[in-house]
């Protein structure tokens, strides 16, 4: 009976393996895109230097913020997750 008590979550693991997925997904395109931004000021010799400076580091801050944010968010699906499954297996030992 011990694993008799097991509750579906509606597939809430698959959507995390999803999430991270699409997560690395999005580090990938928005690392290709920082690089190629970071990489404006070689292109166009140092001239831009002046007018871009600014919006780069704002970029980069906004960057940072925002990966963070959503790692934040992915890892907190999952320790939801595995809180359910904690709930779970609690409830199967009151059970037995």
Same mark, same amino acid.
Do not use: C
């Given at each position: 009976?011990?694993?008799?008590?097991?509750?579906?979550?509606?597939?809430?693991?698959?959507?995390?393996?999803?999430?991270?997925?699409?997560?690395?997904?999005?580090?990938?395109?928005?690392?290709?895109?920082?690089?190629?931004?970071?990489?404006?000021?070689?292109?166009?010799?140092?001239?831009?230097?002046?007018?871009?400076?600014?919006?780069?580091?704002?970029?980069?801050?906004?960057?940072?913020?925002? *990966?963070?944010?959503?790692?934040?968010?992915?890892?907190?699906?999952?320790?939801?997750?595995?809180?359910?499954?904690?709930?779970?297996?609690?409830?199967?030992?009151?059970? *037995?």
């Amino acid at each position: 009976m011990g694993d008799a008590f097991y509750v579906s979550h509606n597939k809430y693991a698959e959507v995390n393996v999803a999430l991270k997925a699409q997560l690395q997904k999005m580090d990938t395109i928005m690392g290709d895109l920082n690089g190629t931004l970071s990489r404006i000021e070689i292109a166009s010799g140092g001239k831009a230097t002046p007018l871009w400076e600014h919006l780069q580091q704002t970029w980069n801050r906004s960057y940072e913020e925002m *990966t963070q944010m959503l790692r934040m968010h992915v890892d907190s699906s999952l320790i939801v997750a595995e809180t359910f499954l904690h709930g779970d297996d609690a409830g199967a030992r009151v059970m *037995t």
